[in-house]
């Protein structure tokens, strides 16, 4: 009877000392009651010997995984396959139900080919063993009986290697059920076969040609349409893009005309929203002043004001925190004033002392005149406070090109000072230096200019001013809203939240 046990698939556990094998029954003793293996593992790795030989003694635990029989190719499956190093995981002989065979208990599975078992996703099934095949219990205790152990029998795989383990064993230690899914899922995404890789490439322009994208959305509108479905808005209908800073909620319409003077514009401008800012003549700039300085708005508050504004814009187009910081003060910006003797050139001090105070080097050029305005006395009294230097002659001017040169030269009525050879030499001078060019409240169109400026700041209101003078710049003096109404404009403030905002010409 222990003939029918041959070629038998089976584990032995002997225990901590010697650990687990499997392999295949090749002999059966019952005189010495030894049982041999052939092409062993041992704890999953496959041995340096070809067989190995057991004592019933040194057997603490004795499973059987397959049982050979005639056309039955796929009980318990193949020894590679049922991953021989899970302990508890196999065929377990015992009694059935109905006394005539024995229950073996094997995994399967429900979801993978036939050819290729998977551990995944593995349930029971019941399996009846015919009598022939059946192991008496009698048999398998004189099997299991002790005896004494033999420590020759023992073997040390000391010179294992990864090079002589199964490809499809893992260690009793691992988590066999987990490996086997992740081994599972490697011959899934990279069992195919080389051959069948083709070897030209994917062709994704032609495959991209052949969706039409046009006919598909065509498709989908008519049938919105006869459907009465708008799941993407009407048919042709471009839904609404909105910025950053607008509002998606429906709110009043926008009006963009806020500004309108008593007589036509010569020339309009824009701001960034989008706001109407008309121009207005030198007569009516003048009388908006005359009127605002009557209601409070000296002189002397609208020269802070223009000085400040215009020291904000120049700190700008100096570089800002990118160039006026504490890490640069070996890179102090030079800024050359140029100013004239009236209220144009007062204004231009109070800017040069504003940006003095923010450590630029500033050189203001003054000529010279028995008398001078009161406004210019006193802003130069508070400019020799500052750090500025004070020239009067074009020979002090710097020879060496400026970072940004502001123009206060030109005035709206005294034209006769253009004759003056001090102010065709400031011009000489401004237009070698090949500085950029700031002008403060420039003369309009009909006046000519001596410097040709990249940028111009207009006050309150712009004047219709020339391509000559740049880019127009609008900054806000302070003048009330009544204070324009009296004189007959209908304003509203298009400045938002700044002093100094750029126009755009219509």
Known sequence: ???????????????????????????????????????????????????VTFRAGDITELKILEIPGPGDSRQCGDLQQTEMGIPGVGCQVGPSQNGTGKVLKKPVSSSAPQNIPRRTDMKNQDIIISPQQQCSKSYMDRHMETLTQSKGFRRRHNSWSSSSRHPNQVTPKKSGLKNGQMKSKDDECFGDDIDEIPDTDFDFEGNLALFDKAAVFEEIETYERRSGTRSRGTPNEKPARYRHDENILESEPIVYRRIVVPQNANKEFCTDSGLVVPSVSYELHKKLLSVAEKHGLTLERRLEMTGVCASQMALSLLGGPNRLNPKNVHQRPTVALL???????????????????????????????????????????????????????????????????????????????????????????????????????????????????????????????????GRVYLCDIGIPQKVFQEVGINYHSPFGCKFVIPLHST
């Open 1 to 51: 009877m222990a003939t029918d046990w041959l070629g038998s698939i089976v584990s032995i556990n002997c225990g901590e000392s010697l650990g687990v094998y499997q392999g295949r029954v090749s002999a059966v003793d019952q005189v010495s009651q030894t049982i041999s293996l052939t092409r062993p593992f041992h704890n999953g790795v496959k041995c340096l010997v070809p067989e």
């Open 339 to 469: 100013c004239g003797p009236h209220v144009k050139g007062a204004q231009g001090i109070s800017c040069g002392r504003h940006l003095s105070n923010h450590d630029v080097h500033v050189i203001l050029f003054l000529p010279n005149f028995v008398k001078m305005l009161e406004s210019i006395t006193n802003e130069l009294n508070l400019f020799s406070k500052t750090q500025g230097q004070q020239v009067s002659s074009v020979k002090d001017l710097p020879d060496t090109p400026v970072d940004l040169v502001i123009n206060c030269l030109d005035c709206h009525e005294n034209a006769f000072l253009r004759d003056q050879p001090w102010y065709k030499a400031v011009v000489d001078w401004a237009n070698q230096n090949r500085a950029p060019v700031l002008s403060i409240d420039p003369p309009i169109n009909e006046m000519e200019q001596g410097i040709d400026a990249k940028w111009s700041l207009a006050l309150g209101l712009p004047l219709p001013l020339g391509e000559r003078a």
